[in-house]
């Protein structure tokens, strides 16, 4: 059967019209050069609206936070991480694997955060028999989940009195600043302001094809541009995808709200199935929980009704822009097929 909805990530959208005209229309030079016009213009409006001195396009999400820990941590550091954080579990162990950066992951509590004094206990003493604690790092959103700002700013605080840089993989980032509410471009900045650096990604919800920016003081983003470098992602005409997420930056954020909304149309049409357990969606993810027997079966059967879901941990349904309310629909009418049968 062809695909009716693509639900297994805000990865899959195909860029907009709008958007392909963007990259048409880009002025490009060599960016290796520092010569790309659409690059620098994205780097200078990011940084701006997030409050940051400078900013760095980077090919992959995976890559910004990999240059940003590389940069705040030297060989032999460690970083305070969540257990389900992209950084520590779904980016093949890269900072420590290419950083000698040791991960300490931190349990997080049920609304993704860390908790405080689990942060503190981790902090390791000035001692020869341990890792030098030099970062903290957050993930906003963390499994669709928004972190309070009054725990953005108490883990601030806390990670400023112990003397750690802090971080925050803000892939999600505008998701957060949406479920805010009031202006999402000035919640973000909120968000940002309690941070020394913050990667976003381009290609999750708002809907660009490639990339992420690394935003950071200058110090910070000249070292991050040394780290691309040498991973590989100096990349040359690539204002084409800038312009992309410039688009993006510039048209795509407020429009997360309907994401938002349709993840809570799919939440509220799954309730009351037999042995399903339905995660209340704050942002774009719906998380299900599937008792039994019947949970293996699940995405195969939705597949052959064309609708895609990911089942790696729990049964997991992402919104983005390339879904619609008859989308979310047949996705519904598909599990309640399958949970009737
Ligand atoms: C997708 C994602 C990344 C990495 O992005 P890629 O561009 O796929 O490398 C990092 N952090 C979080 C939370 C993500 O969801």
Redesign the pocket.
Same mark, same amino acid.
């Given at each position: 059967m062809t695909t009716a909805v693509d639900l297994r990530s805000d990865?899959v959208t195909q860029p907009t019209a709008a958007m392909r005209a963007a990259m048409q229309a880009a002025p490009l030079g060599d960016d290796v050069f520092g010569d790309d016009p659409s690059v620098n213009a994205l780097q200078a409006a990011t940084a701006e609206r997030l409050g940051f001195d400078a900013a760095l396009f980077m090919p992959?999400?995976?890559?910004?936070?990999l240059c940003a820990l590389l940069s705040h941590c030297q060989r032999g550091d460690e970083y305070l991480v969540g257990q389900y954080?992209?950084?520590y579990r779904?980016?093949g162990g890269g900072a420590a694997v290419l950083g000698s950066i040791q991960p300490q992951p931190i349990a997080h509590a049920p609304d993704g955060s860390l908790p405080l004094s689990e942060i503190e206990a981790q902090i390791k003493p000035d001692d020869a028999h341990f890792a030098r604690t030099k970062l903290l790092t957050l993930?906003n959103t963390?499994g669709g989940k928004v972190l309070p700002m009054s725990y953005l700013a108490e883990a601030s605080a806390l990670a400023q009195r112990k003397g750690l840089a802090r971080h925050l993989?803000g892939?999600?980032l505008f998701n957060a600043a949406v479920a805010a509410g009031g202006d999402p471009y000035q919640a973000a900045r909120e968000i940002c302001s309690h941070f020394d650096s913050v *990667?976003v990604?381009f *290609?999750?919800g708002l809907g660009a094809p490639v990339g992420?920016v690394l935003c950071g003081s200058r110090e910070l983003i000249k070292q991050a541009h040394r780290w691309r470098k040498m991973c590989g992602g100096g990349m040359r005409q690539a204002g084409l995808l800038a312009a992309a997420a410039h688009h993006a930056l510039d048209h795509h954020v407020a429009r997360l709200a309907e994401d938002h909304a349709l993840a809570r149309r799919l939440a509220e049409g799954l309730q009351g199935l037999p042995g399903v357990s339905v995660e209340t969606p704050q942002t774009n993810i719906v998380f299900v929980d599937v008792a039994g027997d019947k949970a293996a079966g699940v995405v195969p059967f939705l597949k052959s009704r064309g609708v895609l879901a990911t089942g790696l941990y729990r049964l997991r349904f992402v919104t983005h822009l390339d879904v619609d309310a008859a989308g979310v629909d047949h996705a519904i009418a598909a599990m309640r097929e399958y949970f009737a049968s």
């Open positions: 990865t992959t999400g995976t890559q910004s936070n954080a992209h950084t779904w980016e993930e963390i993989d892939a999600r *990667s990604c *290609s999750k992420s």
